[in-house]
């Protein structure tokens, strides 16, 4: 069972930026359905920015142009740049990887 853990998360001001970090093990980001996610309260999780097989990026139209998803693979670590938010960006943000999830972390932006 793969563990992977999420940190940067926290409390930010609109128009700020935050960076979340995803830890793993292995080269465990190369697998299938590597991706961010994230879920408000009352709402759906949602993908906000994920890898295609070939490698290429696709991100949901919410975040596109602020958001960038990146990873290390020397490093086993996925990363999720956040800029230019705004308070409907306030979630709880997942990692993923094949069928692997973090526990979660929480973004709050504040207007």
């Known amino acids: 069972q793969a563990q992977l853990v999420e940190s940067g998360g926290g409390l930010v001001q609109a128009g700020g930026s935050l960076r979340l970090s995803c830890a793993g093990s292995?080269?465990?980001?190369?697998?299938?359905?590597t991706g961010w996610y994230r879920q408000a309260p009352g709402k759906e999780r949602e993908l906000v920015a994920g890898?295609?097989?070939?490698?290429?990026?696709n991100y949901a139209d919410s975040v596109k142009g602020r958001f960038t998803i990146s990873r290390d693979n020397a490093k086993n670590t996925l990363y999720l740049q956040m800029n230019s938010l705004k308070p409907e960006d306030t979630a709880v943000y997942y990692c993923k990887t094949y069928r692997y999830w973090g526990q979660g972390i929480q973004v709050t932006v504040s207007s």
């Open positions: 890898f295609s097989s070939s490698g290429s990026t």
């Open positions: 292995g080269s465990i980001f190369s697998l299938p359905g």
